[in-house]
């Protein structure tokens, strides 16, 4: 129980079919530094929250003191990602090594059967082949799947999404009649751990002494002007470069070696080609050849057909069939079959298929 409405929502409909319901709220953050803010997802504000609703339903709560997890596995590992020109997603490390792994531990220690939480997905059983599916939830602008690729067999059989088949809307209106204090409650748009979402300051006082001002070029090499930290930039970013040109300009990489930006035209943002790393395919057995999917590079992307090829135990390459903006080394691949979600990885680089063809070098699709 996040201390937001849709964990509120999840626990009443869970009371509501019959299950004994306990409240699990993690505290992730010090309380020294924790937001106070409505809309932070560990603040103290939230885990008050979580008691008046549990209070509410008649259910015992409990807070689960994961600072020092979340410190280890989560806040060192986002600054290290972009203390190496990478751009990572914090939450689905959350839910991989925190969420769905060390607090599903405690839950069952504690007798539980199950874990709950408020994501918005599905989970499918297939008596068939006796596998279980993370599915896309009935509500498309809400589906949290991408966050939850790395979801395992032996995890998919001990968690509910109550959420899975209802519209945000339809949450709102159930939190509403059953009278929960959270009904109201804004959504979280921001990192739980940099509430005010200012991201430089955030890094600033973590990794400060790493971030360095370093030069700006074009793909030729030619120097166009200052950054001030490469963890300040991301692939596709065109706002705050500080450089003049005749037409826009946006990064197209960040070389952490020689600690340059490099920057490019619209065009040559969109790539066809990259190589993912940590694979995980809960669903798909004996990926030993090429197969069609489909595959979202970031949360907010359309899916895209491709074609990924095994390289190795955990790593695959994916092309595209159409050109896609921005391909951001350290965010999350996610494949898909329809509505079943297959797994994913983290992207580990781009390839750029203008200058394999500069030096003649011609594949086929799927090759």
Request: charged share 25%; hydrophobic share 35%.
């Amino acid at each position: 129980m996040s201390g937001g409405v849709d964990s509120s929502v999840a626990a009443a409909l869970l009371q509501k079919q019959g299950y004994e319901v306990i409240g699990l709220t993690m505290q992730l953050w010090p309380r020294e530094t924790m937001a106070d803010g409505e809309t932070s997802c560990c603040g103290i504000g939230a885990i008050e929250d979580a008691k008046r609703v549990a209070a509410k339903l008649g259910i015992p709560h409990y807070v689960i003191n994961c600072r020092a997890l979340f410190e280890q596995k989560v806040i060192r590992d986002f600054c290290r990602s972009y203390k190496n020109g990478q751009t990572p997603n914090p939450c689905i490390r959350c839910n991989q090594l925190v969420k769905f792994e060390y607090l599903l531990r405690q839950a069952r220690k504690m007798g539980a059967t199950y874990l709950a939480t408020g994501h918005y997905a599905k989970i499918k059983y297939d008596c068939k082949n006796k596998v279980y599916h993370l599915v896309k939830a009935k509500d498309p602008r809400k589906d949290q799947s991408y966050f939850l690729y790395t979801l395992t067999q032996g995890q998919l059989k001990y968690i509910l999404f109550p959420l899975g088949k209802h519209t945000k809307t339809e949450v709102r209106a159930l939190a509403q009649k059953i009278g929960l204090p959270t009904a109201h409650r804004p959504e979280s748009q921001e990192i739980c751990f940099i509430p005010d979402n200012d991201y430089h300051r955030f890094l600033k006082e973590k990794i400060g002494r790493n971030i360095r001002p370093g030069s700006i070029t074009d793909t030729t090499g030619k120097r166009l002007g200052t950054h001030q930290g490469l963890p300040f930039y991301t692939i596709g970013q065109r706002k705050g470069l500080g450089i003049a040109a005749a037409h826009p300009l946006y990064v197209k990489a960040i070389n952490k070696k020689k600690n340059i930006l490099m920057v490019a035209p619209e065009r040559e943002i969109y790539q066809e080609k990259l190589i993912a790393d940590k694979i995980i395919l809960a669903t798909l057995k004996n990926f030993t050849a090429p197969i069609k999917v489909k595959a979202k590079i970031r949360s907010a992307h359309k899916e895209a057909q491709c074609i990924i090829a095994p390289l190795g135990k955990d790593k695959v390459k994916v092309e595209f069939t159409a050109r896609q903006w921005a391909i951001t080394p350290g965010q999350a691949i996610v494949f898909y079959k329809g509505n079943k979600i297959l797994g994913g990885g983290t992207i580990l680089k781009a390839v750029d298929s203008s200058r394999q063809r500069r030096a003649g070098i011609v594949r086929c699709a799927g090759s």
